[in-house]
């Protein structure tokens, strides 16, 4: 069965400081792989994904994630965080369907 | 605009009753989900369907139900088996089944039961 942890529950960053979220999956194949942000009270916004070819992935609002197969892991990175990125950050993996099993999400407080 | 429309925003009922929450898509979307998010514990999917008139059941299905008779609706009830209700429901749906597609999110349902 596909699993996904987040290990981290909350994370505090300044403003302007770099920013990695960790997630570690569990899956017997290659996955696909999701981040999504929520904001208070909102639905789920998907910042990038990850199917296959280049491991470092793009998204919006300036977010990149890296897959590293040897890891399990595929954190979500961003240089630089603006005050508007506070927000609950979800991981989710699925196989070869569209049964997404998400992590237990990681909430981000920015610090002004 | 294209989109997901849930409503109400927040539902408050007493224990006992049933109460059906609405989700509609003009995306033209195939597949529709169900999740439920509970603090701490992230998503889960309550149930799921590919195409209309066919749904299955997720990982924490009882004491749901739900029917796909129109592409653009996927009502969710919530029945007085579900030994607790109240959280958060958040729909979404996908072009189809292919995992590629990502899944887009309505604003969510906030279910109050006393």
């Known amino acids: ?112 | 605009d294209g989109g997901i429309t849930q409503s109400p925003k927040y539902l408050f009922r007493k224990e006992g009753q049933n109460v059906t929450l609405s989700c509609e898509q003009n995306l033209n979307h195939d597949a529709m989900y169900w999740y439920r998010q509970d603090p701490g514990q992230g998503l889960r999917l309550i149930y799921y369907s590919q195409i209309v008139n066919d749904f299955q059941k997720g990982d924490i299905a009882e004491g749901y139900s739900v029917s796909r008779e129109k592409k653009e609706s996927f009502p969710l009830t919530v029945t007085s088996a579900q030994k607790n209700p109240t959280a958060f429901y958040l729909c979404a749906s996908s072009k189809d089944r292919t995992p590629s597609y990502e899944q887009y999110f309505g604003p969510g349902t906030r279910l109050t039961v006393t």
């Open chain 1, 1 to 112: 069965a596909q699993s996904v942890t987040q290990p981290d529950i909350h994370i505090t960053v300044s403003e302007g400081a770099s920013l990695e979220l960790r997630c570690n999956y569990s899956y017997g194949a290659t996955p696909y792989l999701f981040w999504y942000v929520q904001s208070p009270g909102q639905g789920l916004q998907l910042l990038l994904k990850y199917f296959s070819g280049d491991t470092l992935v793009q998204g919006i609002k300036g977010f990149e994630a890296e897959f590293k197969r040897s890891q399990s892991s595929f954190n979500l990175r961003k240089p630089s965080v603006h005050w508007s990125d506070a927000a609950e950050y979800f991981c989710a993996v699925t196989g070869g369907g569209n049964k997404l099993t998400f992590g237990t999400g990681t909430q981000l407080k920015v610090e002004l």
